[in-house]
């Protein structure tokens, strides 16, 4: 059986936000790159968390939650 790697399927670039972060840039930034799920940083650079677009529709009023779904999915 062949062995499919991670680092062969994995997207090269990540695109990060820092925990300090106001939720405007990193909500840009999520909007700018068109992905749904940002790995969130401390100041040292070590993974914290992960902000998903669940996480903001849970926690944001139902018309940002939808305009950020919007503009995220849009295609290029």
């Given at each position: 059986?062949?062995?499919?790697?991670l680092g062969e399927l994995m997207t090269g670039q990540v695109e990060c936000g820092f925990e300090h972060a106001g939720l405007e840039d990193v909500i840009a930034?999520?909007?700018a790159s068109q992905i749904?799920?940002?790995?969130?940083?401390?100041?040292a650079q070590r993974i914290v968390g992960r902000l998903s677009l669940g996480d903001l529709a849970a926690r944001?009023?139902?018309?940002?939650?939808g305009f950020t779904w919007?503009?995220?999915s849009a295609p290029g």
């Open positions: 059986m062949a062995t499919t790697l930034k999520m909007q749904r799920r940002l790995p969130v940083l401390d100041d944001s009023d139902a018309e940002m939650a919007a503009e995220i």
